[in-house]
């Protein structure tokens, strides 16, 4: 359901020696302007990016290019709404109809905002498509906000879970100065004073217009979405309910066997999923929204935090305490 506008954008802003110098990408180029579906060339387009320039920087520079009103119309559904945060509450209800390969958290804390973005689609995510997707995502969040809030808003913090690429520099002019790189979890945060003004772009006719088009859209496509992702979105949405196999089947309006049915299908299990999942909320509840052990046990769907603190070692090869450390947190749950 990407909508086209944005592999375009990317093809435009592609150096020509890029473009010259793997016929990968030139065939993509090609598919692209033959294909019917955005979101598989989009993939490809930027995987064959980083194959023949690991280094590029074109995440940066398409980031500048995400200004809100030259977007689609999910973009446009966000900056028409009220402020914000009744932006914010678009995206939680709808983001998965995007099918984007990430997936965004938003919580509020302490007078603080945050928006991280975690990968739960796949139990091993490249680096550099991490890079490109917190690249492009922070940066249209910079600019919606600047655009239609305040011109001269900087985030207060950026957290980024991959190494310092040889451009680092260009982000000090996008993030600001406060930048940390190999953090545990992708991460923004800023003053949520910016949450509450009336956006510039504030139209309310126009906001319910583009956001039935959106559902509209998502309806008339939803037998053709990938199951895997839809439960995996599903799981995210309504946990720690949803780690209960009759719980999201009921959720996805299907039976428990055929939601192992469809999951088999794929080659993958309840379980399987149900992991992954888990494994992305232990990181946004222990850093991002900075809960307790057993808080975050329950809310993962664990009955005991050693069944939990299990898990995570599995996982992650450390406990949560030497976790948290390397994100530089103290938690008193621990």
């Keep these: 359901m990407l909508d086209d506008i944005y592999p375009r954008l990317l093809l435009e802003i592609i150096p020509e020696e890029l473009k010259l110098s793997s016929l990968g990408i030139q065939r993509l180029i090609s598919e692209h302007n033959d294909s019917h579906d955005s979101n598989a060339v989009y993939g490809k387009l930027i995987k064959s990016i980083y194959e023949a320039e690991p280094n590029s920087d074109i995440g940066i520079k398409y980031g500048r290019c995400l200004s809100p ?16 945060r009744s932006a914010f509450d678009v995206v939680e209800k709808t983001y998965f109809a995007h099918g984007a390969s990430y997936y965004p958290f938003i919580s509020h804390r302490k007078g603080v905002t945050s928006v991280s973005i975690t990968f739960p689609f796949k139990a091993q995510v490249h680096p550099c498509q991490r890079r ?21 808003f900087k985030p207060l913090k950026v957290c980024l879970d991959y190494e310092e690429p040889c451009y680092a520099n260009e982000y000090r002019k996008v993030f600001g100065e406060n930048i940390g ?16 003004p009336s956006l510039s772009s504030y139209n309310p006719a126009l906001h319910k217009m583009y956001l039935n088009k959106c559902l509209d859209k998502l309806r008339q496509t939803d037998r053709l ?10 799981l995210l949405q309504h946990h720690p309910e949803s780690f209960n196999s009759q719980k999201l089947a009921t959720k996805l309006n299907i039976s428990v066997r055929g939601l192992q049915k469809k999951l088999n299908k794929q080659e993958l299990s309840f379980s399987h999923i149900a992991n992954l999942a888990r494994r992305e909320l232990a990181k946004i509840y222990l850093i991002q929204k900075q809960q307790s052990i057993d808080y975050t046990a ?37």
């Design 132 to 152: 490109f997707c917190a690249e492009a995502t922070f940066s249209y969040l910079i600019n919606a906000i600047k655009e239609s809030v305040d011109p001269n």
């Design 181 to 196: 790189f190999n953090s545990p979890l992708c991460l923004l945060e800023f003053d949520e004073k910016y949450l509450y």
């Design 298 to 334: 329950e809310q993962l769907g664990f009955q005991t935090s050693s069944g939990f603190r299990r898990f995570f070692k599995t996982e992650f090869e450390m406990n949560p305490a030497e976790y948290l450390k390397l994100a530089g947190i103290v938690n008193h749950g621990l």
């Design 225 to 234: 979405q990938n199951f895997e992702y839809k439960a995996t979105c599903f």
């Design 69 to 84: 009103s030259n977007l689609c119309d999910f973009s446009r559904i966000l900056v028409t709404a009220q402020n914000l």
